[in-house]
């Protein structure tokens, strides 16, 4: 497994890390665009920031893979809905890209309750020359035009302008928890705690409802949905997981409403391992399709798991993120961290997994060697080609002299968004309000 990641410190705001200046500088959610040359955090205060990869150059040839800011823009602002006395906060939840299909990129945005399609473009040429409008573009004195001429394209600084194209609202009676942009390149979906909707991009005003699980009387209510996604190949397919450690397999061909399944993917409890948090811990805050679309990858409390679509009975490889948390779950649930919801990642080829956890720690697993690594998100480990070193947690008893105890762990410091580049060995991780991209420069044996 290569440990040799060099990295890159970007704070979204400056200052020192940690000592935020509001809540809002938080990072909510981090997404590479299909070819890895872009890379887009949206934060709590509902700003949208893009990096653009930069290409290598003749006198740097070690710069390739640096990111650096290439627009920032508002994307939610704070609403209030007056029939419910409710404050809609601009937290940017998701930001998934749509394949590019000219010179200009495209994103869709949301928050809990308003989904917003924003077109990206530049812009590095400008028009001189016009007959009827002066410099400053006023209309000319028509009596004053003797001549006519031929206006022309003259270079200007670049400017990349980012506007909004579509806004699709009033979709959603709980907060929206996951979009999905479909491989058919129109569609897309967005999921909240009860209903999932399919959405055309072409069309705002109405979206179709998928899924429904919302039971006629709410106290009967057992499970809620928490994340979604499209099957990365066949468009009619698609993956929802729950609060109760399930995964459904639905097939849009085979009804209007899939609220049958084809597939239930549920791992049986072992009794011997029952407590209060059970339930709580078996929460899926996660579900990821593989590149290849046989796998799933899925996030709970204290694991990851791969399942094979062909097998619904138990996951095929279960990897322990935190088990040194088992004896502190019930302080865990006092402080609220035990419903701290954790993403997880694909790297290009699909043999190596990642998610995040406490103290800016992200968790590495080797599908193929079963090889793991815990490392460190950190401002000393953001030093120009500093390379990072493992880190291991101890429970009690010997200790080794890098060792961190479980008793002195950050629970304030969670990495709880990372995302893989999708051809590449570069990560990014999100680290409250500090973004970290670190990049593998020697070893591709995680490729």
């Known amino acids: 497994m290569g440990l040799s990641f060099f990295s890159k410190h970007l704070p979204i705001q400056e200052g020192q890390p940690w000592a935020l200046k509001t809540p809002a500088d938080i990072i909510s959610t981090v997404e590479f665009n299909h070819t890895g040359e872009l890379l887009a955090t949206g934060d709590k205060g509902g700003r949208v920031v893009i990096f653009q990869r930069e290409p290598e150059s003749k006198n740097a040839p070690h710069s390739q893979g640096e990111y650096d800011v290439y627009s920032t823009f508002q994307s939610h602002e704070p609403e209030f809905d007056y029939l419910k006395s409710l404050e809609i906060e601009e937290k940017i939840n998701k930001i998934k ?12 945005s949301t928050n809990d309750k308003t989904i917003k399609l924003w077109k990206i473009t530049e812009r590095d040429k400008r028009p001189e020359g016009y007959n009827l409008k002066d410099e400053e ?10 001549s006519l001429q031929v206006p022309v394209l003259k270079p200007m600084d670049l400017m990349v302008e980012v506007s909004p194209r579509r806004i699709f609202a009033n979709g959603h009676t709980y907060h929206i928890n996951s979009i999905s942009v479909n491989s058919d390149c129109e569609t897309y979906m ?27 009387n709410m106290e009967d209510l057992t499970e809620v949905i928490t994340a979604s996604e ?102 865990l649930y006092e402080n609220d961290c035990i419903f701290d919801k954790f993403e997880c990642a694909w790297n290009g080829s699909d043999s190596v997994i990642m998610t995040g956890a406490y103290n800016n720690f992200f968790r590495m697993f080797d599908r ?15 030093k120009p080609r500093a390379v990072l070193k493992p880190r291991r947690v101890c429970v009690g008893g010997k200790r080794r002299r890098d060792d961190i105890s ?25 680290a409250t309000n500090n973004l970290y991209i670190f990049q593998d420069k020697v070893n591709s044996d995680m490729h």
């Open 97 to 108: 890209w749509l394949p590019q299909q000219n010179a200009a990129h495209s994103l869709l």
């Open 137 to 146: 573009g006023k209309l000319k004195d028509l009596s004053t035009v003797t």
């Open 190 to 216: 967005s999921a909240d705690d009860l209903r999932i909707n399919l959405w055309h991009l072409a069309i705002t005003d109405r979206s179709f409802n998928i899924v429904d699980i919302k039971p006629a």
């Open 230 to 331: 499209f099957h990365p190949h066949h468009c009619n397919l698609f993956v929802y997981s729950s609060s109760k450690g399930s995964l459904r397999l639905c097939d849009m061909r085979a009804a209007a409403l899939c609220d049958k399944h084809s597939k239930l993917f549920e791992e049986p409890e072992d009794p011997s391992n029952r407590s209060f948090f059970s339930e709580i811990i078996s929460s899926v805050s996660d579900v990821k399709f593989s590149h290849s679309g046989r796998y799933m990858l899925t996030r709970d409390y204290l694991t990851v798991k791969v399942w094979d679509l062909n097998m619904e009975a138990r996951p095929i490889e279960t990897y322990q993120v935190h088990d040194y948390l088992r004896s502190k779950l019930c302080s």
């Open 406 to 430: 479980v008793d002195s762990l950050d629970f304030t410091k969670k990495i709880l968004h990372t995302a893989w580049h999708p051809a590449e060995n570069i990560i990014a991780i999100a």
């Open 368 to 382: 193929n060697t079963k090889r793991d690594v815990t490392l460190e998100a950190s401002r000393e480990s953001s």
